[in-house]
């Protein structure tokens, strides 16, 4: 399964995100690589109006990362992407346009509205830490009394400096 998202509706409709960041789509691509490394999914993420557009250099082997340039737009990319998938049945397109989504679904693409995807993006993280919990993966947190003595040893008491 790989996904094909319009990075900008995304944003949107992320509780932690804003379109007037002016990092906003660097803090989308990093949620991105999260997720497909949790979830071992890939992703071509689409913007609107990047210079000088095309593939951009913060993509990575999961996570391609396209900016439209300034006579386009990421919805005539996405149509075109969608146009031209080899396998659609293993794509699944997010937008929150409805001639974007039209296409997917002629061409027999799963669709999600941007909101619809945004549980499973930020889920992910909070499943593979419970999962990872129960089966002892987890690392333990809890230091003893003899391991804070250690540091204090190694970095020093403060209350031994004052006086």
Known sequence: MAYLIDGHN???QLPDLSLS???DEAKLVQKLIG????????VIVIFDHGLPGGRSRMSTGKVEVVFAALRTSADAIMRERIK???DPGQWTVISNDNEVLDAARRRRMRVLKSREFVPMLQDT??????TARSRGDMPD???SSAEVDEWLKLFGDDDDTKG
């Open 10 to 12: 995304l944003i949107g």
């Open 21 to 23: 960041d002016p990092d």
């Open 35 to 42: 997720f497909t490394a949790r979830t071992g999914k890939r």
């Open 84 to 86: 031209a998938v080899r």
């Open 125 to 130: 993280a909070v499943r593979q830490r419970r």
């Open 141 to 143: 947190v809890h230091i």
